[in-house]
């Protein structure tokens, strides 16, 4: 832990440049090997999981509240900003009160036996970190995203994702070949495909795979699966986007294998 906050008004001061940076770029943490997580929630779900603070930011007019101190008393570093500096480091149309900065985790290797989530260059922030969010909420724990998926530690992902990175392996910027390390067969979701969803014989554990906004599974990949199945939209075709198709899917996934969802567990979510 930190002695006390030290406080900084410059602009140009180094650390003010690289939070900047971190924050506004979405792939600043690949060059910087650093995340920045912007509000009290999403620092607290990263101290909840045990995970090293190495710097807390806090704006100068939220210093006084208890809960924002706390968090901030326990990274090793501590700085305060005045509110107009921190808004400009901020990337949200209403800023956090408190940021902080963590050591990007070292990739893990691919687990060939468990449950995944395989994202085929899904390209929306949004929708990344809301199939995240699912991954977890419905006992997946490995998200591969390959070439051309939106970057999964970025600030707009990390937002969406609203804690969800923690309780996950994430491996990212894979290509195709290495889902040659799962042993567990491959399922994709398409609107086109002939077999639906609640019928078929779904494997457990399997490796789902959600794509493109707009292509959706490359050809390539759904040659690779097992099973390609269809989610059954009477209101109307392909009205579902992919982080909801994603939820159903998974949602699915978890009733066949009998699993119980119990209050309070998995990450929390605002409501």
């Known amino acids: 832990m930190s002695g006390g906050p030290e406080r900084i008004t410059s602009r140009h001061n180094p650390l003010v440049a690289r939070l900047r940076r971190l924050a506004q770029d979405n792939a600043g943490y690949r060059r910087d090997g650093q995340l920045w997580l912007e509000g009290e929630h999403l620092c607290a779900a990263a101290r909840a999981r045990g995970l090293a603070v190495a710097l807390a930011v806090l704006d ?3 210093a006084d509240a208890a809960a924002l101190q706390m968090l901030a008393g326990q990274a090793a570093r501590q700085v305060l900003l005045p509110h107009a500096l921190f808004r400009s480091i901020s990337a949200l149309e209403s800023p956090g009160r408190i940021g902080c900065v963590l050591p990007l985790p070292a990739p893990p290797a691919i687990d060939a036996q468990a449950a995944s989530v395989v994202l085929d260059r899904v390209q929306d922030a949004g929708n990344v970190g809301s ?19 939106a970057a999964l530690w970025s600030p707009k992902v990390l937002r969406a994702g ?3 990175h923690f309780a996950l392996r994430l491996v990212e910027g894979l290509e195709a070949a290495a889902l040659d390390a799962l042993a567990v067969p491959l399922v994709a979701a398409s609107p086109h495909a002939s ?8 494997p457990q554990p399997c490796a789902w795979i959600f794509g493109h906004e707009g292509q959706g599974v490359s050809a390539a990949l759904r040659a690779r699966c097992a099973l390609v199945l269809r989610i059954p939209q009477p209101g109307g075709e392909e009205s579902l986007n992919v982080a909801a198709a994603a939820a159903v899917c998974l949602y699915e996934s978890m009733r066949r294998a009998g699993a119980a ?5 998995g990450v ?3 409501t």
């Not at 077999?195 to 779904?202: Q, T």
């Open 195 to 202: 077999e639906i969803l609640g019928r078929a014989a779904l």
């Open 131 to 149: 199939i995240l969010r699912s991954a977890a909420a419905f006992g997946v724990r490995q998200v591969l995203a390959l070439g051309g998926t």
């Open 261 to 265: 969802a119990t209050p309070g567990d």
């Open 60 to 62: 100068e007019e939220a």
């Open 162 to 164: 609203m804690g969800a």
């Open 268 to 270: 929390p979510a605002k």
